[in-house]
Every structure is written in C-alpha cells, then in structure tokens.
C-alpha cells in the first residue's frame, strides 16, 4: 500500500491551509484523481508568480522547491511554460496560490 496522499486530497489540503492561512487557492487544472503530480504557483495580490513542484531527494522526502520565476518583462514565458508541462503530462494538477509569503506557507506543507 503506497503511504502517498492522493492528488485530489493534497490538493484540497492545500487549498485549506492557503485559506487558513489568509490566502486563496484554485485549482487552474485537474489531474489524475490519485497519483497526479502537482505544480503549485504562488503569487502575492497579482505580483510576480513562482512555481513549486516536489522534488524527490536522496533521503526519500518530496518537498516542493521552486523550480521557475515568472520575468516581469516576459510573463508570457511563465504560462507557456506550465502549457508545455501541461501537454507532456496529462495527469498534471496546477494550484494557484494567492498569499503574502509564498516561502514560508510552502515550508508549512509535508515532505
């Protein structure tokens, strides 16, 4: 039995904590119910966004780290890029995250 969360429920988990947290969340894009990856991108009232994923590390832990910034003078470059991930994997869930401090709220998320 695999101890992994499934999607649908991270990603419901994660909306709660945003809200509790004084910040919005929406679902951008359903992925597979149960074993989906997920983007999360977090923004601050329309500012620069930065993309978290979970990155698999040597000890077995999965924590999300940012792995791309939206350029202010291209912020097309940003949505293009979560469209290709998108086509490359159909089961790929995206969160948008609206919240003050993007570093602190995705430490509070679990490995």
């Known amino acids: 039995m695999s101890e992994r969360l499934p999607a649908h429920l991270e990603v419901s988990s ?10 919005f969340a929406m679902v951008l894009s359903k992925g597979e119910r149960d074993a989906g ?11 620069p966004a930065k993309l ?3 990155m698999p590390q040597l000890d077995g832990t999965r924590p999300f780290e940012c792995t791309k ?16 991930r998108r ?9 948008e995250v609206d919240i003050a401090d993007a ?5 509070l998320l679990p490995d």
């Open 103 to 107: 570093e602190r709220f995705i430490a």
């Open 52 to 54: 978290y994923e979970r």
């Open 87 to 95: 086509s490359q994997d159909p089961d790929l869930w995206v969160l």
């Open 69 to 84: 910034l939206q350029d202010i003078e291209k912020p097309s470059e940003f949505d293009e890029y979560i469209a290709r």
């Open 37 to 47: 990856t997920i983007l999360i991108v977090t923004m601050f009232r329309g500012g």
């Open 14 to 23: 994660i909306s709660r904590l945003a809200e509790s947290n004084g910040g």
